[in-house]
T-cell receptor, first 115, second 111 residues
Framework: EAGVVQSPRYKIIEKKQPVAFWCNPI?????LYWYLQNLGQGPELLIR????????DSQLPKDRFSAERLKGVDSTLKIQPAELGDSAVYLC?????????????FGPGTRLTVL | DAKTTQPTSMDCAEGRAANLPCNHS???????VYWYRQIHSQGPQYIIH???NNETNEMASLIITEDRKSSTLILPHATLRDTAVYYC????????????FGQGTRLTINP
């Protein structure tokens, strides 16, 4: 079974430029998460989707970050414009549902460097 | 979710048991203890979870004290591939379905 796929794995951009990250969750997983991981820190949740619906986006900086999950499968996270402080690893995870003991499966992440 | 306290780093010799402690003194009755690990340049990986009984699976054992205020993750025969950051997380199954990661323990397995 294929795991969570993310692309690109690495991205280098200049500040004020836009950037987008793509995530393909494990087939059949209804719940999708985007996490941000700063260097030396644990991941922090940005947004959680149940199918197409964003049910927890309280930690998403909405002035510059946006996300979508059309058709309840793939998801895209966008930053526009990027700032120096956005340099981090962006992790995508999925789980069969959000309830009970469902394990979250993580992708390898996209490492963003903003110059 | 309750906060956890873990040592910043630990070392263990290859082939020996690695015992990773976690303090969660403010854990409530409906919160479970979860362990994830993150190998360099990879996403976190689920290891094990438990409520109050000791648990064992193919990866590790989880020992939770009777008062549930602390737990220990045991890797019985550590290998070099177990070098990673290990996160102890307490999670309310009934509440918000997110994992709140701390800084974890950086475990280094030495040959």
């Amino acid at each position: 079974e294929a795991g969570v796929v993310q692309s690109p794995r690495y991205k280098i951009i200049e500040k004020k430029q836009p950037v987008a990250f793509w995530c393909n969750p494990i087939s059949g997983h209804n719940t999708l998460y985007w996490y941000l991981q700063n260097l030396g820190q644990g991941p922090e949740l940005l947004i959680r989707y149940e199918n197409e619906e964003a049910v927890d986006d309280s930690q998403l900086p909405k002035d510059r970050f946006s996300a979508e999950r059309l058709k309840g499968v793939d998801s895209t996270l966008k930053i526009q414009p990027a700032e120096l402080g956005d340099s981090a690893v962006y992790l995508c995870a999925s789980s069969p549902s959000s309830g009970g003991f469902d394990t979250q499966y993580f992708g390898p992440g996209t490492r963003l460097t903003v110059l | 979710d309750a906060k956890t306290t873990q040592p910043t780093s630990m070392d263990c010799a290859e082939g020996r048991a690695a015992n990773l402690p976690c303090n969660h003194s403010t854990i409530s009755g409906n919160e479970y203890v979860y362990w994830y690990r993150q190998i360099h340049s990879q996403g976190p990986q689920y290891i094990i979870h438990g409520l109050k009984n000791n648990e064992t699976n193919e990866m590790a054992s989880l020992i939770i004290t009777e008062d549930r205020k602390s737990s220990t993750l045991i890797l019985p025969h550590a290998t070099l591939r177990d070098t990673a950051v290990y996160y102890c997380i307490v999670r309310d199954i009934q509440g918000a379905q997110k994992l709140v990661f701390g800084q974890g323990t950086r475990l280094t397995i030495n040959p």
